[in-house]
């Protein structure tokens, strides 16, 4: 585990406006642990449809693989299956700790990091694909190309797995849960200030989508099974199958 999150403490605002700089990767574990409720669910979730759905002499991706929670449930989910991970993030903080992290899997020819853009990651011969909190911080207008490469280079059978932040069409639902997350952090350790400061530093960085379009994308660009494996608060696990 890493640092303790106090970024957004008192007379500390530096994290302003967000991104996944040194200071993040920093405390990213904990920050995101008492951040996103069902964040661990998720993960057990990745490595559980990984195995389920892997297909030999393949290729697993984790796009925007940040400290790589998501890589080593699916490293973990190999057992004896020729598969690469191929894991990407844009942040060199974040790259450069999974390479201290991941030595022996990277030496042993199991994962390749690479810091680029996923938005232009090329994606091939891939059987399981994961976007794990991430498409919620690229642009909107990128995203249905995000999805429709990722389509084209999924295997048939393979599977996309997505978990993202949702809002909902309801005014009142949205409230909510925007008070029942808010207290969830607060349970965290979390102060009034920093959930305040931290929410004000994500204004236009995070931007969530209903649940509805997440569907309809999946199913505009071809996925046949679109599934919510999970739901807590407004986070959901999404599985698309090709």
């Known amino acids: 585990m890493g640092k303790q999150d106090d970024i957004f403490s008192a007379g500390n605002l530096s994290g302003l406006p967000f991104s996944f700089n040194e200071e993040v990767t ?3 574990e904990d920050m ?3 951040s996103v409720p069902g964040y661990k669910t998720s993960i057990r979730l990745i490595e559980y449809y990984a195995k389920m759905y892997s297909q030999d002499n393949s290729n697993f991706y984790d796009l925007g693989c940040s400290l790589g929670a998501s890589t080593k449930a699916l490293l973990d989910s190999i057992q004896n299956k020729n598969i690469k991970v191929i894991s990407i ?3 060199e903080a974040m ?3 999974c390479k201290r992290s991941f030595v022996s899997y990277i030496e042993d020819g199991y994962l390749d990091l690479k ?3 996923i938005n232009t990651s090329e994606i091939n011969n891939a ?3 994961v976007i794990n909190f991430v498409l919620q911080f690229l642009d909107v207008e990128k995203r249905d190309l995000l999805i429709e490469n990722i389509y084209k280079g999924l295997n048939c059978g393979g599977v996309l797995i997505v978990s993202e932040k949702i809002h909902y069409e309801s ?3 949205s409230e909510s849960m925007f008070l029942l997350h808010h207290k969830f952090k607060a349970k965290n350790g979390y102060t009034k200030m920093e959930i305040s400061a931290k ?3 994500l204004e236009g960085i995070l931007v969530t989508e209903p649940e509805l379009v997440h569907r309809e994308r999946a199913k505009r660009i071809g996925f046949r099974v679109i599934d919510k494996l999970m739901s807590n608060l407004n986070f959901s696990t999404y599985l698309f199958i090709k």
């Open 95 to 97: 790259i450069d700790k």
């Open 171 to 173: 005014r009142r639902e």
């Open 89 to 91: 993030d844009n942040s």
């Open 32 to 34: 995101i642990d008492r």
């Open 26 to 28: 920093e405390v990213f």
């Open 199 to 201: 929410r004000d530093s």
């Open 115 to 117: 810091l680029e853009d």
């Open 127 to 129: 059987s399981v694909v």
